[in-house]
């Protein structure tokens, strides 16, 4: 595990079994993926609902153990750490999509602070704790004054999610996991919410797992990116070589569903769910065979493997150059 990178997957795979005893099917929600992610850099994990970025990030937490592979992180002394709730020792801590449900509305907001230093063990006393909530509250641009006896439903979504991502600080984590974290916020604020992401990993060193569907406000924030269909991740690399010129079919495709604000060009969502999730999962060979408008016979029938295309990793047949 290299000095800089604090979090390495390796063969990652879970598999579900859906159904009862006489029909069970084996669902690979995620397939043998492989990635890493760097101190100060703000990685995302893109892809359509139902394409295994969630569950990925569910076991990155701890909160799933992988079927298959490895996941280490590294804590901050240095040391690689494996296992279960990894969060604690590790520093790894999320921020969720909605922040109106990361929160009891029956509870104030402060008392989350308070018990998040308690259980951590970050103060020595009620002043020491007191001192810390305020400083991750500054670094969000909030006070305690601010939070104090107020509730959730008090606060406006953007408000929340930055108490949201002020809780999550209090533990100095390395590594952030953002799982949707701007799309139940107004438009209006989702720039300021990620260029937060930004100075906080500029300034912390942080490390962050960016998890959307939202392909443009990923190109805005990332640094690098990878893109999963079907629990495969098809194509990893920087991110504008991923995004501005995308080399895999579905990618492209992805791309090509983004709206630009010029009205007289009118874009058509070519992404179509043809087949229910459960049959493109089960599909051999290529997962998205079935919709991709360059589909070769190979893809329908030999699983393709991951190939470096101008320092981007594509996992796709037409880029073989064995055939």
């Known amino acids: 595990m290299d000095i800089d990178t604090i979090l390495e997957l390796h ?16 669902i690979t929600a995620v397939d043998h993926v492989s990635l890493s992610v760097g101190a100060g850099e703000i990685f995302g994990l893109a892809g359509e609902s139902g394409c295994g970025k969630s569950t990925l990030a569910r076991m990155i937490l701890g909160f799933e153990e992988p079927t298959g592979g490895t996941i280490t992180h590294r804590s901050k002394d240095g040391q690689p750490i494996t296992g279960k709730k990894v969060w604690r020792t590790a520093g790894v801590q999320a921020v969720f999509q909605n922040p109106f449900e990361t929160f009891n509305p029956l509870r104030q907001v402060e008392r989350y602070f308070f018990e998040t230093v308690h259980y951590f063990g970050l103060a020595d006393n009620q002043d020491d704790a007191l001192e810390r909530i305020e400083s991750v509250l500054e670094m969000v641009g909030m006070s305690y004054d601010a939070i104090a006896g107020r509730y959730p439903s008090e606060f406006s979504g953007g408000q929340l999610q930055r108490v949201s991502i002020a809780r999550s600080l209090l533990s100095e984590p390395s590594l952030l996991i953002a799982d949707e974290p701007v799309s139940m916020v107004d438009a209006s604020i989702r720039m300021s919410i990620m260029n937060l992401f930004r100075d906080l990993v500029d300034n912390l ?22 893109t999963m269909f079907r629990g495969n991740i098809v194509a990893t690399g920087d991110v504008d070589k991923v995004l501005i010129d995308p080399k895999h079919p579905y990618v492209r495709l992805l791309r090509e569903c983004i709206p630009e604000a010029d009205p007289r060009k009118r874009w058509e969502t070519k992404v179509q769910l043809s087949e229910s999730d459960a049959e493109e999962y089960l599909r051999i060979g290529c997962k998205f065979a079935g919709r991709c408008p360059q589909v070769m016979e190979i893809c329908r029938h030999e699983t393709p493997q991951d190939i470096d295309v101008d320092g981007e990793l594509v996992k796709c047949h037409l880029f073989r150059t064995d055939s």
Do not use: P, Q
């Open 205 to 226: 060193g942080l490390g962050v797992v960016y998890i959307t569907h939202d392909l443009a406000t990923a190109h805005y924030v990332c640094d690098r990116i990878a």
């Open 11 to 26: 063969d990652v795979t879970k598999i579900f079994h859906m159904g009862n005893m006489f029909s069970r099917l084996r």
